[in-house]
Nanobody, 118 residues
Framework: QVQLVESGGGLVQTGGSLRLSCTASGSIFSISDMAWYWYRQAPGKERELVTTLPRHNKRNYADFPKGRFTVSADNAKNTVYLQMNSLKPEDTAVYYC??????????WGQGTQVTVSS
């Protein structure tokens, strides 16, 4: 079993930045053995995919910028990050990290609230 714990959410003004963290523990050899996803769910809306980090990314820090959001990983810390810049009120949501093994087994974090004030 793998446990995912998220942190880093909070209240920020429009244009601000936040970095979310998702730390894995439990039966894990390397976080690069899993594919990673960040999702978000705003009130009254369906959960949507924000960005991904492919499996077997062996680099210690791997940035996959997608617009204002960048995902990276620190294999030594078993942690995946979501750096969010130039935040907008419409980015307000609960953000979830998701890790998927090559067997298809998936794990979810508990979610962290991000609120962007106008």
């Amino acid at each position: 079993q793998v446990q995912l714990v998220e942190s880093g959410g909070g209240l920020v003004q429009t244009g601000g930045s936040l970095r979310l963290s998702c730390t894995a523990s439990g039966s894990i050899f390397s976080i690069s053995d899993m594919a990673w996803y960040w999702y978000r769910q705003a009130p009254g809306k369906e959960r949507e995919l924000v960005t991904t980090l492919p499996r077997h990314n062996k680099r210690n820090y791997a940035d996959f910028p997608k617009g204002r959001f960048t995902v990276s990983a620190d294999n030594a810390k078993n942690t995946v990050y979501l750096q969010m810049n130039s935040l907008k009120p419409e980015d307000t949501a609960v953000y979830y990290c998701n890790a998927v093994e090559d067997t298809g087994v998936a794990y979810w974090g508990q979610g962290t609230q991000v609120t962007v004030s106008s």
